[in-house]
């Protein structure tokens, strides 16, 4: 049996520091793939078909609107192979409470059916919020474990925290 980090992140202008900032790479991303590179797991970023607003505001405001739609954004493939994969490290960042729609179009789109999705989000105070319920919730073929929540602006220096976290929870 196998693992996949499957994984929502945003470059760009995110929110960290109290303010608006530049990120090169968003943090959900930087934490994805140092647990791929621990686990020698195939690593899989969701990535939505129409990108998001360059502008951090204007994406909140989008995120907003497909969470009260319960949208389901159509996302780039091709998908990975699921074939013998039992776990699925989720990452993703906190978007209003919970994860972006993009995540649940990709969840949607995969057997879950016997697999264990293992979360992890990157946020700037609000930690999981409602996402592990969320996920329960909506995606009952899948185990679901407790997560991790890491802050945005800690996520460069919290690799090491992350991969302990995933070895032990997998």
């Known amino acids: 049996m196998s693992t996949l980090v499957a994984?929502?992140?945003?470059?760009?202008?995110?929110?960290g520091n109290g303010g608006v900032i530049n990120l090169p790479k968003g943090n959900t991303e930087i934490l994805a793939e140092a647990i791929a590179s621990d686990l020698g797991a195939?690593?899989?970023?969701?990535?939505?078909?129409?990108p998001y607003p360059t502008d951090y505001f204007a994406t909140t405001d989008v995120a907003k609107?497909?969470?009260?739609?319960?949208?389901?954004?159509?996302?780039q493939g091709p998908l990975p192979s699921m074939d013998g994969v039992d776990t699925i490290v989720l990452g993703y960042p906190n978007w209003w409470g919970t994860m972006p729609m993009a995540v649940k179009t990709f969840l949607d789109s995969v057997d879950l059916?016997?697999?264990?999705?293992?979360?992890?989000?990157?946020?700037?105070g609000s930690g999981l919020g409602g996402s592990v319920n969320d996920l329960k919730r909506t995606y009952p073929a899948a185990k679901v474990t407790s997560g991790l929540s890491v802050r945005g602006t800690d996520a460069k220096n919290s690799t090491a925290k992350a991969v302990a976290w995933a070895r032990k929870s997998i």
Do not use: H, M
């Open 7 to 15: 994984y929502y992140s945003r470059a760009g202008q995110n929110y």
């Open 42 to 50: 195939v690593l899989f970023k969701i990535e939505t078909v129409e």
């Open 65 to 75: 609107r497909e969470l009260r739609e319960n949208a389901r954004p159509d996302i």
């Open 113 to 124: 059916n016997g697999v264990t999705i293992v979360p992890f989000c990157t946020n700037e």
